[in-house]
């Protein structure tokens, strides 16, 4: 396989909540949003505004997937039976789901080790920060850019609209 110098976020898998394999190159060709998400933060109602990005541009190409993390307070302590129940019984979450995963440290997805690298924060540091970080990928896997988790979903509509 190429590298993600090559491939972006198309080189990297994950799985998803249910198990299944969570290929991103699958995605090739599709605008990706990919949030560290967590069930009991007070970003937590952000669910909705990605559930809305989810249904508005889903049918032009955009693909939402969030990422459980439990790295940030202890927001996310549940197992994938009890994250997609609660993100579909609270905000009726349509969208990719993966399994809980590490953002930071020795124990971080590969996917988030290159995602804060190539885009990375706030005076260039690259560590996740908090609970619904979101990065915008563009069709071709290239990371574009980072949004705090103070920055709502809605937020990202025309940076959305521009890579569509």
Known sequence: MSSAAEQGVHAFEASTLAGAPLRLADFAGKVLLIVNTASRCGF???????????????PRGLVVIGFPCNQFGAQE????????????????VGFIMADKVEVNGAGAHPL?????????GVLGTEAVKWNFTKFLVDR???PVSRHAPTTPPAALARHIEALL
């Open 44 to 58: 937590t109602p952000q669910y909705a505004g990605l559930q809305t990005l989810h249904d508005t541009y889903g």
């Open 77 to 92: 302590p549940g197992g994938a039976d009890e994250i997609a129940g609660f993100c579909q019984r609270n905000y009726g």
């Open 112 to 120: 988030f080790r290159y995602l804060t690298s190539a885009v990375p």
């Open 140 to 142: 071709a896997g290239r």
